[in-house]
């Protein structure tokens, strides 16, 4: 096939089958600690196991897995350098090598590489704290 020729397509499957891998036993696992009550109290309402699931059981265990999920997102981010070493890939770590190749400016190439990834990586942290923030609010305590 012409398709896994492509470095790009080999490495965006080769880190979407990580991430994919790592997504889903997070949310087994969060579904899995569904409390029983939750779904007891479900069925008691008059709810199908698909409607328990889908109203219940994802909602509650995509929120318990964002902490874990914004760490994943983040790691992948910074594992996205490694994709460097493919040949024929351009990505931030390559570009900063090939300024520092062309023109000599090893400081200069990797600071400014350095400098992309931290501020992706903060932009990808607050995001993901505001999200925490709004979905996980109800868990603060309440002052009264």
Known sequence: MDVFQGTVFCALLAFSLNTAAYTAEMLAGAIRETSAGEIEAAHAYGMSRF???L????????R????????????????????????????VT???SRIYATYYLP???????????????????GFFRFSEGRLLAYLTPQKH
């Open 51 to 53: 409607q328990t699931m």
């Open 107 to 125: 400081f200069e190439a990797y600071l400014a590489a350095a400098a992309i990834y931290l501020t992706a990586s903060f932009a990808l942290i």
């Open 55 to 62: 109203r219940i059981v994802l909602p509650s265990a995509m």
């Open 94 to 96: 390559s570009a900063a």
């Open 64 to 91: 318990r897995t964002l902490p874990a999920y914004s760490n994943e997102v983040v790691m992948m981010l910074h594992a996205t350098s490694l994709a460097s070493a493919v040949p024929n890939m351009l990505d």
